[in-house]
């Protein structure tokens, strides 16, 4: 049975850190290309960053989180992790970690979308 889950939202104050983890099993976990997404209400999902299968060496960020974001695969736990610095009060939004088979080129490109997503998880950032 495929899983998805992402853990570690929450709410902070803006400036503060979160990071979220996102861990899979009953797929070959390591091929797939690791994405977190966001959704705000109403509006459609936004990629804000990936990471590739086969070795976790392409990442790629969304302008509005580069810089503050880093993606990372956490091996030993089969997890990829998105850690979150100087949040801010537009990064409250609803959080989610896709996996597809494509590379993030395609993701970015919105000609691929994951194939598995996790259930999300909230993030608030008051100020």
């Known amino acids: 049975e495929v899983e998805l889950v992402e853990s570690g939202g929450g709410l902070v104050e803006a400036g503060q850190s979160l990071r979220l983890s996102c861990s899979g099993s009953?797929?070959?976990?390591?091929?797939?290309?690791i994405a977190w997404y966001r959704q705000y209400p109403g509006q459609k999902r936004q990629i804000i960053s990936c990471i590739s299968g086969f070795g976790r060496s392409e990442k790629k960020y969304a302008a509005s989180v580069k810089g503050r974001f880093t993606i990372s695969s956490d091996y030993d736990k089969n997890a990829v992790n998105l850690q979150m610095d100087r949040l801010k009060t537009e990064d409250t939004a609803t959080y989610y970690c896709g996996a597809t088979e494509y590379t993030c080129v395609g993701l970015w490109a919105s000609v691929a979308y994951p194939k598995y997503w996790g259930r999300g998880t909230p993030v608030t950032v008051s100020s």
């Open positions: 009953g797929f070959p976990w390591d091929d797939y290309a």
